[in-house]
């Protein structure tokens, strides 16, 4: 099935499953217009103080617990969450944050929730991953947003104090192009179910889940539209096997697993939804999800500032501390800065997920995208700072008589965030989708070469009467105007930079689908650019709100958010500034046709005076083709692991 996709298949799966209809005003959308609506930020959400006295609360719980209870060295060491600690989290409530009470959870605000996941991320990734896996993309929220309410009172209590989730989606030969997916959900003869057959790779929790969500193929059958579907299924199915324990550069103490599906069956209660529905769900569930990832990239922002400050203080070479040579001090301020513009990104973006009254979908995805990339470059820079010490492991550290920071962990730890929930190639495609998605309305058809000549004709007076309008909109707005956005002081001029480059942004976005129409698809590189700007403005954007909420929540500390919210804008402008110049003066062609040469084998003479450990095999397994006669061995030689005893 999956062999026989073609490009337009794989896309027109894609599409069909996105959200097409945007009911509720966005951000995001808008900025990618041209059209700054800071009015959709600011002023920022209050958070109810009875939510707020909740999530103190929790997070002073959750603190005490890892400081008294949970040893990181050990789970690095071992690499494996102790019995212990994962008993102590179902014990504090946090497998239950994101539940409605109603269902026996916490009911925790995204706020709060974003912190817990900071903080949890700052003693160990391994705590945070289980946790997220298991509430952003897990069961529990495919099943708040779409499932029944039988399936609701059923499994929601469940997951909130005892039962750990996983999300089986990818497969060997399946990652961001899920119309390759392999996996079988058969229909029963009966009507009473389905019978589930493949192989799932990379689940997270999914070593030790007790009930996961699987997505899988229906056949399209009488009486079955048939699609990609989301199915409940406890893991203690007969039919269920963990077959391997994924072991990483980092991320130590994950339970990731690699988990066959042989005939396992599945009763038609446990579809979530309608058949056909999985990937919309999956997206969907993904919209809020994925602030979890920029929440642990904040964290690990905020922990490198108190690292940095810490070493760069007390480290004395050539006379004076390292802190003060220019070298390192600039490396000090952008990580101070940018923890601080990552923190009011994700604020923003988590209010705004608490209220409701907006659509978040792209300031998600530019939160996780730009999250995970700033996060790297900051403990890289953390790296630098510390020197031989950064690259030096934690326990190593602590033998021979040094605090143990474990900043070689943190970058460990950080690479992943760049590829999984979305890698940053993928999410500029994503976001770049949704940016034209206006221009797509409206000229869609003249673009489509696929197209006859009366639909052409037709969409290019629709054009004409949009462009008529839009254009003439993007050439003056309140960033030419000295005294807009006074209410901001000093961070004022910030903001007239990004209403200014807003504009300038959807000129170039226009300028680019002029010069490359139909084949802009493919320069997913423009795209990119284009993506990055629209995120650095973003940030600019919730830096300068960010740092005016913190004057009225917390006014001791305004000046100092001034100072940092004005550093934060001035290193973003500076990046926005080389992204324009290089969205059409760039070496992109030269770049591609080079490494189409290299896939064609024409420099294969630079592998010369190599040996490449890695041997023989393939680069990417396959689904099973039939069901073994004997069953597989777990990763340490013993007995297959029974997903009920993994449970």
């Given at each position: 099935m999956a062999s026989n996709v073609t490009e337009r298949d794989a896309r027109e799966v894609a599409e069909a499953a996105r959200e097409t209809e945007w009911t509720l005003p966005s951000f995001g959308k808008e900025l990618f217009l041209g059209n700054f609506r800071l009015d959709l930020i600011h002023p920022q959400p209050r958070v109810d103080p009875a939510q707020a006295e909740k999530g103190e609360r929790f997070l002073e719980n959750l603190r005490t617990f890892l400081v008294e209870h949970v040893d990181p060295l050990e789970i690095e060491r071992e690499a494996k969450l102790p019995e212990h600690v994962i008993q102590g989290l179902k014990d504090l409530g946090a497998l239950g944050m994101k539940v409605p009470e109603e269902y026996g959870g916490l009911g925790l605000s995204q706020v709060h929730y974003?912190?817990?996941?900071?903080?949890?991320?700052?003693?160990?990734?391994?705590?945070?991953?289980?946790?997220?896996?298991?509430?952003?993309?897990?069961?529990?929220?495919?099943?708040?947003?779409?499932?029944?309410?039988?399936q609701k009172r059923e499994w929601l209590p469940k997951l909130s104090k005892t039962h750990i989730s996983a999300f089986l989606l990818t497969e060997p030969d399946v990652g961001s192009d899920p119309a390759r997916l392999a996996t079988e959900a058969t229909p029963t003869e009966d009507g009473s179910g389905y019978v589930l057959n493949g192989r799932k790779l990379w689940a997270t929790n999914g070593a030790i889940a007790d009930v996961v969500v699987?997505?899988?193929?229906?056949?399209?059958?009488?009486?079955?539209?048939?699609?990609i579907s989301a199915f409940i299924l406890p893991y203690d199915s007969e039919g269920v096997t963990v077959e391997h324990r994924n072991q990483f550069m980092g991320l130590r103490g994950i339970e990731n697993s690699v988990t066959r599906l042989e005939n396992v069956f599945v009763p038609k209660e446990n579809l979530i939804g309608k058949e056909g529905q999985g990937l919309k769900i999956a997206l969907t569930t993904l919209n809020t999800g994925r602030l979890a990832l920029p929440a642990i990239c904040v964290g690990a922002g905020k922990w490198a500032t108190k690292?940095?400050?810490?070493?760069?203080?007390?480290?004395?070479?050539?006379?004076?501390?390292?802190?003060?040579?220019?070298?390192?001090?600039?490396?000090?301020?952008?990580?101070?800065?940018?923890?601080?513009?990552?923190?009011?990104?994700?604020?923003?973006?988590?209010?705004?997920?608490?209220?409701?009254?907006?659509?978040?979908?792209?300031?998600?995805?530019?939160?996780?995208?730009?999250?995970?990339?700033?996060?790297?470059?900051?403990?890289?820079?953390?790296?630098?700072?510390?020197?031989?010490?950064?690259?030096?492991?934690?326990?190593?550290?602590?033998?021979?008589?040094?605090?143990?920071?474990?900043?070689?962990?943190?970058?460990?730890?950080?690479?992943?965030?760049?590829?999984?929930?979305?890698?940053?190639?993928i999410m500029h495609l994503l976001i770049a989708r949704e940016a034209v998605d206006q221009h797509l309305q409206v000229a869609g058809d003249i673009l489509d070469p696929e197209t006859d000549l009366k639909a052409k004709a037709a969409s290019a007076r629709q054009a004409a009467a949009f462009y008529s309008k839009w254009l003439p909109s993007l050439v003056t707005g309140e960033g030419q105007k000295p005294g807009s956005f006074a209410e901001f002081g000093s961070l004022a001029h910030h903001l007239r930079f990004a209403e200014r480059s807003s504009r300038k942004l959807a000129r170039?976005?226009?300028?680019?689908?002029?010069?490359?129409?139909?084949?802009?698809?493919?320069?997913?590189?423009?795209?990119?650019?284009?993506?990055?700007?629209?995120?650095?403005?973003?940030?600019?954007?919730?830096?300068?709100?960010?740092?005016?909420?913190?004057?009225?929540?917390?006014?001791?500390?305004?000046?100092?958010?001034?100072?940092?919210?004005?550093?934060?804008?001035?290193?973003?402008?500076?990046?926005?500034?080389?992204?324009?110049?290089?969205?059409?003066?760039?070496d992109d062609d030269a770049s591609y046709k080079a490494a189409q040469k290299v896939l064609e084998g024409r420099y294969t003479w630079l592998e010369e005076g190599v040996a490449d450990p890695s041997g023989d095999g393939p680069m990417t397994a396959g689904q099973p083709e039939s069901v073994p006669d004997t069953p597989p061995v777990s990763a340490n030689g013993d007995e297959p692991v029974a997903a009920a005893a993994a449970g």
């Open positions: 974003n912190r817990a996941l900071a903080l949890a991320s700052t003693w160990h990734s391994a705590l945070a991953t289980l946790l997220s896996a298991h509430q952003s993309i897990g069961l529990g929220e495919p099943l708040r947003l779409f499932g029944s309410e039988e699987v997505m899988a193929q229906v056949p399209k059958s009488d009486g079955h539209r048939g699609g690292v940095a400050r810490e070493f760069a203080s007390e480290r004395v070479q050539w006379g004076q501390p390292v802190g003060k040579h220019d070298a390192v001090a600039q490396k000090v301020a952008f990580i101070a800065a940018t923890a601080f513009g990552l923190e009011a990104m994700v604020d923003v973006a988590s209010r705004l997920a608490d209220e409701k009254k907006n659509d978040i979908r792209i300031e998600a995805a530019i939160a996780k995208l730009y999250g995970s990339e700033m996060g790297w470059k900051v403990v890289d820079d953390l790296i630098q700072v510390r020197g031989g010490r950064g690259y030096e492991t934690a326990a190593s550290l602590k033998a021979r008589g040094e605090k143990p920071v474990p900043v070689e962990q943190a970058l460990r730890d950080m690479r992943i965030n760049r590829i999984f929930e979305g890698s940053t190639e170039t976005t226009f300028m680019a689908m002029g010069r490359y129409q139909a084949g802009l698809e493919k320069k997913q590189a423009v795209l990119g650019r284009i993506v990055d700007i629209g995120a650095e403005l973003f940030a600019i954007a919730s830096a300068v709100v960010y740092a005016n909420t913190i004057k009225n929540e917390h006014p001791e500390r305004a000046e100092q958010a001034f100072e940092l919210a004005d550093l934060f804008a001035k290193h973003a402008r500076r990046r926005v500034s080389e992204l324009f110049a290089a969205v059409f003066a760039n």
